[in-house]
């Protein structure tokens, strides 16, 4: 089955204290990103990747980091999380194989409360 | 600047009844349009998509959705909502050729009571 898994799907941690969201992908998709969802605010996106080893800034990529280094893994990375970081992440992936309209496909989410 | 604009937060209608979600849109070029759905501690699903051709696409659970190349928008129908689509819906936009920017609204919940 084609899908996008991220975990943990609920934590909460304390301010300052280092952790990494996982994100995996099966189909093979050159695309992934990362996005936060916030009440009235919608999606934005935080980063992207093209492929292995290229990735780039999103909306709003402060206080984050990502990794790309296989095609089917795209971790977030919060090295030192803040309040204004507690929110809804996801993962999402595309990929030129879908026709080329690049739909996006996504995670379940991850809920992250930072206290 | 590019943007989505989802002017309804919140879209109340009787089941059975005929129901429509707005979304306008100010991107450069000839986009991709697209309709998502958020049930509940879950993931968006993909419901539609716009790229070419006839205004009027079909997707899945029985929504369609109207582009309006004038207008800029792109809204989604459906000619009798379920109380099972009661959600929240987005609408996103994608500049062609590039698979890494995409658009979103705000959302609209929508709400469709027995």
């Known amino acids: 089955e084609a899908q996008v898994t991220q975990n943990p799907r609920y934590l909460i941690t304390v301010t300052g204290k280092k952790l990494t969201v996982t994100c995996s992908q099966n189909?093979?998709?050159?695309?992934m990103s990362w996005y936060r969802q916030d009440p009235g605010l919608g999606l934005r996106q935080i980063y992207y990747s093209m492929n292995v080893e290229a990735t780039d800034k999103g909306d709003v990529p402060e206080g984050y980091k990502v990794s790309r280094k296989e095609k089917r893994n795209f971790p977030l990375i919060l090295e030192s999380p803040s309040p204004n970081q507690t929110s809804l992440y996801f993962c999402a992936s595309t990929g030129t194989g879908t026709g080329g309209t690049g739909e996006l496909f996504f995670g379940e989410g991850s809920r992250l409360t930072v206290l | 600047a590019q943007s989505v604009a989802q002017p309804e937060d919140q879209v109340n209608v009787a089941e059975g009844n005929p129901l429509t979600v707005k979304c306008t849109y100010s991107v450069s070029g000839n986009p991709y349009l697209f309709w998502y759905v958020q049930y509940p501690n879950r993931g968006l699903q993909f419901l539609l998509k716009y790229i070419t051709g006839d205004n009027l696409v079909k997707g899945s659970y029985g929504f369609e959705a109207e582009f309006n190349k004038s207008q800029t928008s792109f809204h989604l129908k459906k000619p009798s909502a379920l109380v099972s689509d009661s959600a929240l819906y987005f609408c996103a936009v994608r500049v062609r050729m590039n698979f890494n920017k995409f658009y979103f609204g705000s959302g609209t919940k929508l709400n469709v009571k027995p």
């Open positions: 189909m093979n998709h050159e695309y």
